[in-house]
């Protein structure tokens, strides 16, 4: 307990320590703002575009942001992606604009339907579908990127957390891509000058604590479970992470604490030189002639 | 004694085993994980140890989902 309020809302299990709502708010707060300072992500000036989509961690984190918005280091814009996912999306949709509009900010949304001419619900119809993550990954990285040159974004901000950055980190070492693995961190550069820098400042915050800090903030967000998830190798490492927890608690630290530790060593060797180029088909940087969106779009009969 | 219970949009009067019943014991009844889940009594956060009494209503907010 920091300030003797008896009104505990936090018990953390791995340190033991037990906050009341305005102590544990705060902490959020500074880990954060830790997390931005430590690894660099803001530049006085910068004009962040957050990945909206109404759930927590992306309200949360423009929530945050917003507070550097206030002290007039930064200019926020906003944009989210509607996969066009039935019963499930709309509602994220109508949360995100409302925080937009609260805040003043600068936003778009932008569907999958407008983009590609196809939404997810149509595409998990096609008998030859991928998993749906795939699709998602791909085509949300595709939106975004172009977001961020249309709103002359320096930088993109993404609501990733603790429990996600260890879950890729699991996933892309079980799976042996290197590649992946070695992309993983709080901000993420690109040789193409396409590719806006990506920022990840809750990265260090568990999933939980932020949804307690939404319902602590009584911030409106879209609560639900996408009604693909299920599908996701991510789906079962999550699962193995969180059964370890319970006797663990500290494992996703240490296992994050760990792997940043590796990082370096492990970029440096296994350095690759991508020859970024843009795709033939879409002109966005693609180290392929066809770009994975493009790829997926001919498989759907879609290019 | 009773006490409400909302979860995912139902609310229903559910009666209390006894003095000690905490939210830790509805959670393991409904086998949901405290990892997933917030809990408010009489629309206050409160943590899984938290005591339920005759009259309280106890929210639950799933805010993790799989995937």
């Known amino acids: ?303 | 004694m009773n006490f409400t219970l909302i979860f995912k949009n139902n609310k229903e009067t559910r009666s209390l085993a006894n003095d000690n019943t905490t939210i830790n014991d509805i959670l393991n009844d409904l086998d949901l994980s405290s990892e997933t889940v917030v809990a408010k009594k009489n629309g206050e956060i409160v943590i899984e140890d938290e005591k339920i009494q005759d009259g309280d209503e106890i929210q639950l907010i799933q805010i993790i989902y799989g995937g």
Request: charged share 30%.
């Open chain 1, 1 to 303: 307990m920091k300030c003797g309020n008896p009104k505990i809302i936090i018990k953390r299990k791995q340190s033991g320590q037990t906050l009341c709502k305005s102590c544990f708010v705060e902490s959020i707060q500074k880990k954060a703002i830790k997390t931005i300072k430590q690894e660099n992500l803001i530049d006085k000036g910068d004009n962040v575009l957050v990945a909206l989509s109404g759930g927590k961690d992306s309200v949360a984190t423009l929530d945050i942001l917003n507070t550097y918005k206030e002290r007039n280091i930064i200019e926020l814009c906003a944009v989210t992606i509607d996969e066009g996912i039935a019963n499930y999306r709309n509602d994220g949709v109508a949360i995100a604009k409302k925080h937009a509009k609260r805040l003043g900010i600068e936003h778009k949304v932008v569907s999958f339907k407008y983009s590609f001419d196809i939404t997810l619900d149509e595409i998990m119809k096609n008998p030859n579908h991928r998993i749906s993550c795939s699709y998602c990954g791909v085509f949300r990285r595709w939106i975004i990127n172009r977001a961020a040159r249309d709103f002359e974004a320096d930088k993109i901000a993404t609501g990733h957390n603790l429990d996600d950055e260890v879950q890729a980190i699991l996933m892309n070492y079980l799976e042996g891509n290197i590649d992946n693995l070695t992309m993983i961190g709080a901000k993420t550069m690109s040789h193409s000058p396409l590719f806006r820098p990506k920022i990840k400042p809750l990265r260090e915050i568990p999933e939980r604590e932020i949804g307690l800090y939404t319902i602590a903030k009584d911030l409106d967000v879209h609560l639900a479970g996408c009604p693909y998830a299920q599908e996701s190798f991510r789906g079962e490492v999550s699962e193995i992470i969180k059964n370890l927890s319970k006797n663990h608690p500290t494992i996703m630290y240490s296992t994050l604490r760990g792997f940043d530790k590796i990082k370096l060593a492990l970029k440096k060797e296994h350095k690759h030189d991508f020859q970024f180029d843009t795709c033939i088909k879409c002109g966005e940087p693609s180290s392929n002639e066809i770009c994975r969106v493009c790829t997926f779009l001919d498989e759907l009969g879609k290019a």
